[in-house]
């Protein structure tokens, strides 16, 4: 075993490039040291050839004497630095051989866990001892890859943390083992992200920092930020630096995560999550390059400039860079410290409103860019007097992951939700097979994934709040086998519907964690105002391409159109005043 996971190790190693700078390609710095040692050992050679010329074969005058000298305390240097670079380069090597042997072994050893488990278990008649034996196996496994993630840390720390708020796709032994990596997140000490600066940008901290705090205010797997005053200006700024220690093994995590996958999936051909590794092979780049980050948040604040009435900050970027990302600084708590918004006078139901309509803005506005992370960490609340129509704002942080929708499946996927708003079976069907290619066996499945309510809810009332009957409906059912179909459903659809399905995941999560009075009946309203929109934008660019919107003709299909788009609106207003109204009752009362 130890000879196979050298060989993969190496193989690995000889086929993973090196991470780029912004400055040209970078070298890492064991690289860079062999390079400079061979140019050095190249001069050593043309200095002997040089003085085999001008030597005599006789005594050597005082001046070949030093000549010598020099000679010899070139050779010195070279060898040490030589020497140097060969003990950081078998360093390099041996690090990448343990991280690819812990990841190898340990898949090794948990599919012989699995395959004996289950061999066993076919073998056993009584089903309450399977499913203990199961649920073993799971925890065995869970446990040993929790080690394994802690250990090699960096892209690891970020898979597992997905991986825990899977809980609709894994099993529980899995996903609450992997709770604790939410708050496990690496801390890179102040003299590598010094030294990172300075090899990014070719200047010092301190000739453009006048303060800069050596313990970061927060770290996450793959970044950590620091507070920082620009010496030219004096504006407090927050700068985000990436982990150095990422540049090194991003290539190599990347493809052992790959591999495991791949793997599991020769394996159980079943259970087929090679899909997981695709998206991180994608997502991962663009999340580790921080002038893309900074270009994200740029669009996303010049698109909610135009729409003034939703509280939404995203802070300023100064400047940015590959690794490095400056900002200004603006905090606030976060949406589920319901303390601080009930201290403070900030509505809960207001902050899920405002949530929902930026997020449906954001996947139903033409051109919009869609924030694909939404979860706790990424948002903050700060209460703001000044602002028109609430007493607070909305901070979005962290906009590496961005997608743009298109504008068919983003009208497709429109006309679902409003489908499934109305209960109506036949549409859903109709649009869940445009926007995802789904047929009517996996329907049910995929209308469930996407609204995360079980499937007779849908054919009903979506709008009502989810009981813990209805919760364990779904975990039941998945336990059931679905999860095996659901797996090869996730599998299969779009790339981009995962990132929605997620975003839809994420923004659920925070209303229900906002513990609002009045459940999930506003927030599909403000859904259908979305969707309806969408629609009718859609309906008037049909009209216009017939001709003239004064036609009778088109005049009559516009007035459809509008009565179809005012229908939402008045509902969701009517709802609206009564909230309204409702809250000043309960002022006069309390």
């Given at each position: ?11 690995f190693?000889?086929s993973?490039?090196?991470v780029?700078?912004t ?15 061979s140019?050095?050992?190249?001069q050593?050679?043309?200095y002997?050839?040089?003085s ?12 070949s004497?030093r ?9 010195g240097?070279?060898?040490?630095v030589?020497?140097v ?20 072994s ?6 012989n866990?699995y395959?004996?488990t289950?061999?066993q ?7 309450e001892e399977r499913n ?11 446990n040993r ?12 720390i ?5 991986l ?11 996903t609450t ?7 496990k ?5 102040f ?16 000739d ?5 705090e050596?313990?970061?205010?927060g ?5 950590q930020v ?6 030219e ?5 927050a ?7 990422l ?5 190599l995590?990347l493809?052992?995560?790959s591999f ?12 087929d ?6 998206e ?12 893309l980050?900074?270009?994200?948040a740029?669009?996303?604040k010049?698109?909610f400039?135009?729409i003034?009435?939703?509280?939404l ?6 400047w940015?860079?590959k ?5 200004e600084?603006?905090s606030?708590?976060?949406p589920?410290?319901?303390e601080f918004?009930?201290a403070n ?6 902050v899920?409103?405002?949530l929902a309509?930026?997020?449906n ?16 960490g ?10 028109r129509g609430?007493n607070?704002d909305v ?15 983003r ?8 489908a499934?708003?109305?209960a ?14 789904v047929?009517d066996?996996q329907?049910p499945?995929?209308?469930?994934a996407?609204?995360?309510r079980?499937y ?8 009502q709040?989810?009981?813990s ?6 975990n039941?059912a998945l ?6 179909q ?11 519907i995962?990132?929605?399905l ?19 009946v ?6 259908a ?6 629609v009718f934008?859609?309906q008037?660019?049909?009209?216009r ?8 003709r088109?005049?009559v ?5 509008w009565?179809g788009?005012?229908r939402v609106e008045?509902?969701?207003e ?6 309204a109204?409702k ?5 006069v009362?309390?």
């Open positions: 075993m130890k000879g196979f996971n050298f060989a993969m190790a190496s193989g190693a000889r993973i490039p090196r780029a700078s400055r040209g390609v970078w070298t890492c710095r064991q690289c860079l040291l062999q390079s400079r040692g140019r050095i050992g190249d050593l050679r043309g002997a050839r040089r085999n010329a001008y030597g005599n074969g006789g005594a050597k005058s005082a001046k004497k000549r010598g000298g020099v000679i010899v305390a070139t050779a240097g070279a060898l040490g030589t020497a670079a060969f003990t950081d380069d078998v360093r390099h090597a041996y690090e990448a051989v343990e991280r690819t042997g812990r990841v190898v340990t898949l090794a050893v948990c599919i866990d395959r004996v289950l061999n278990n076919e073998k056993t008649k009584d089903e203990i034996s199961l649920k073993a196996c799971h925890q065995r496994c869970a890859t929790l080690k394994v993630l802690e250990k090699n840390g960096s892209i690891f970020k898979l597992g943390q997905h825990s708020a899977m809980n609709y796709l894994l099993p529980l032994e899995w083992t992997f709770i604790p990596l939410q708050d997140c690496p801390v890179s000490s003299e590598s992200i010094e030294a990172m600066f300075e090899q990014d940008t070719g200047e010092q901290l301190s453009y920092f006048s303060e800069f050596h313990q970061p205010i770290a996450a797997s793959l970044a620091h507070l920082a005053t620009v010496k200006t004096g504006q407090k700024v700068v985000k630096v990436q982990h150095p220690t540049a090194e093994w991003a290539g995590d493809a052992l995560t495991t996958f791949s793997t599991l999936k020769r394996f159980f051909p079943e259970y999550l090679e899909w997981l590794s695709s991180m092979e994608y997502s991962l780049p663009q999340e580790l390059d921080f002038a980050e900074g270009q994200n740029i669009r996303a010049e698109y400039s135009h003034p009435e939703l509280p900050v995203v802070p300023d970027v100064i940015a860079k690794r490095i990302l400056v900002m600084n603006v606030g708590h976060r589920d410290d319901l918004l009930d006078g900030i509505d809960r139901d207001e899920s409103a405002a309509r930026i997020f803005e954001m996947i139903f506005g033409t051109n919009a860019p869609l924030h694909c992370d939404p979860h706790g990424n948002i903050a609340i700060r209460k703001n007097l000044n602002r609430c607070f901070i979005l942080y962290d906009h590496g992951l961005y997608r743009d929708i298109p504008i068919d499946l009208r497709s996927y429109a006309k679902l939700w409003l499934v708003i109305d109506d079976e036949e549409r859903m069907r109709k649009y869940a097979k445009e926007v995802a290619g047929n066996e329907f499945l995929f209308a469930s996407i609204t995360g079980d007779s809810v849908l054919k009903k009332n979506v709008a709040a989810r009981s009957e209805e919760k364990q409906n779904i039941t336990g059931e086998g679905m999860l095996q659901l797996v090869q459903l996730l599998g299969q659809v779009p790339r981009i995962l990132l929605i997620k975003t839809n995941d994420l923004t659920r999560s925070l209303d229900e964690n906002l513990q609002t009075r009045q459940g999930p506003r927030t599909f309203l403000i859904l105002r979305y969707c309806s929109r969408t934008e859609e008037v660019e049909e009209l391409k017939r001709g003239s919107l004064l036609w009778p088109n005049l299909g516009l007035l459809g159109a009565l788009y005012v008045v509902k969701l009517a709802f609206e005043l009564w909230l109204v809250r000043g009752w309960q002022d009362v309390g």
